[in-house]
């Protein structure tokens, strides 16, 4: 299996001029988390992500794409081995990489994402989709969050982790969800990146933008329903619950590829 076989050739890619605030635009409206940053002769010149877009308060800003673009961490191309590309990818724990024609051609193609490998997995209906969640589920130190924690705290949280998302939870029971996503599409603004005089006098609670009810598994559930679930839903993590509601653990969207792979 190539890269060239499950890759995403109509992923979305924006130019280096144009606004920052348009990239916004894009990763919200078209629920994306990764948009590959082009030259007008479309040669892979950066990367943008929800985090870089989130540091633009304004909805007037005129910073430019090429301003808050970072370098891509790793590139494929078409005939690299699917299953590699994707270990590469785990190591650098990277859920998304831009994929260019050749070595020597950085015309962007397409995009390489981990829900592109569990969704061929699924297809094929592969053995690992049998395994049950509690032995690849984590279960220790897990990232969560109350209803009264503000915004832009919790967001500077799960940046510093590389979390896509955050439990709320209310005496060790999730009450709702809280995703980068959520956070863009709320149009709250984080004080850390405004001005005194800023329109908001008072921090923004994740009660007011988290979302219910939280989709969950049990820790019987296999990775298969985790896989499926992902899928449908267009999630990276899934909390797991115990019999009386209470959160045992976590799985995402690495779990689910390394048990496939392995």
């Known amino acids: 299996m190539r890269v060239q076989d499950i890759m995403d050739q109509n992923h979305l890619s924006i130019y280096t001029d144009e606004l920052a605030t348009k990239a ?7 629920k994306i988390r990764i948009l590959p940053v082009v030259d007008q002769h479309k040669r892979l010149i950066g990367m943008i992500s929800r985090n ?6 304004s909805s007037v800003s005129p910073v430019r794409v090429k301003g808050i673009m970072s370098p891509p961490p790793f ?21 998304y990489t831009p994929v260019v024609k050749s070595p020597q051609d950085n015309t ?13 997995f699924v297809e094929k209906n592969a053995a690992g989709l049998s395994t049950p969640l509690f032995k690849v589920m984590t279960t220790e130190n897990l990232f969560t969050c109350s209803p009264d924690d503000e915004s832009d705290n919790i ?26 996503h959520n956070l863009l599409e709320s149009g709250a603004i984080f004080p850390a990146f405004e001005a005194k005089k800023g329109r908001f006098k008072t921090p923004t609670k994740i009660f007011s933008m988290m979302k219910t009810p939280v989709v969950s598994l049990r820790s019987t559930n296999t990775v298969g329903d985790a896989a499926k679930l992902m899928l449908e839903r267009n999630i990276g993590r899934v909390p797991i619950l115990d019999e009386k ?5 976590i799985v995402d969207r690495e779990d689910i590829v390394k048990a496939l792979i392995e």
């Not at 916004?24 to 078209?30: G, H, K, N, T, V």
């Not at 494929?76 to 190591?91: F, G, K, N, S, W």
């Not at 060790?172 to 995703?179: E, L």
């Not at 509601?245 to 653990?249: A, H, S």
Request: with cysteine.
């Open 24 to 30: 916004r635009a894009i990763l919200r409206d078209f």
């Open 52 to 57: 870089d877009v989130m540091t633009i308060t």
């Open 75 to 95: 590139t494929a191309t078409p005939d690299m081995d699917a299953i590699q590309t994707v270990r590469e990818m785990l190591h650098l724990d990277e859920w």
């Open 108 to 120: 962007y193609v397409g995009m390489l994402g981990l829900e592109s490998l569990i969704r061929k």
């Open 155 to 180: 967001w500077q949280r799960m940046k510093q982790r590389s979390f896509a998302s955050c439990p709320v939870v209310v005496k060790g029971k999730p009450v709702g969800i809280v995703t980068q």
């Open 245 to 249: 509601g209470n959160l045992v653990g």
